[in-house]
């Protein structure tokens, strides 16, 4: 199983940036695949989930209503459409998968990971 997540990049605030997250060796179509992010000094806190049946969660609330999580199946992949950039969104993002239908923001619960793409907004 392997996650590769890409699309980061360095913009302004205000901007968007879509992350895709692709997945080889399985589908998505039966797990849950989340977000997270870890800003510089701060600990690794969940940004969004998406069960297998398509349900999004968005656990962080200072992303709610910018931040879309969605699913492409067909191609295998995951993405977070990231709107209304700000500065406080700097940080390293990483797509996880868990072997389980249903999301949760526990880290320990996700069974792969990939390798992080950077953002940075200024």
């Known amino acids: 199983v392997q996650l590769v997540e890409s699309g980061g990049g360095s913009v302004q605030a205000g901007e968007s940036l879509r992350l895709s997250c692709a997945a080889s060796?399985?589908?998505?179509?039966?797990?849950?695949v989340g977000w997270f992010r870890q800003a510089p000094g701060k600990e690794r806190e969940g940004v969004a989930c998406?069960?297998?049946?398509?349900?999004?969660?968005v656990y962080a609330d200072s992303v709610e209503g910018r931040f879309t999580i969605s699913r492409d199946g067909d191609k295998n992949t995951v993405y977070l459409q990231m709107s209304s950039l700000k500065p406080e969104d700097t940080a390293m993002y990483y797509c996880?998968?868990?072997?389980?239908?249903?999301?949760?923001?526990?880290?320990?619960?996700?069974?792969?990971w990939g390798q992080g793409t950077q953002v940075t907004v200024s």
């Open positions: 998406l069960t297998w049946r398509d349900e999004p969660t």
């Open positions: 060796g399985y589908t998505f179509s039966s797990y849950a």
């Open positions: 996880a998968v868990r072997v389980d239908m249903r999301c949760t923001r526990v880290q320990a619960l996700y069974n792969y």
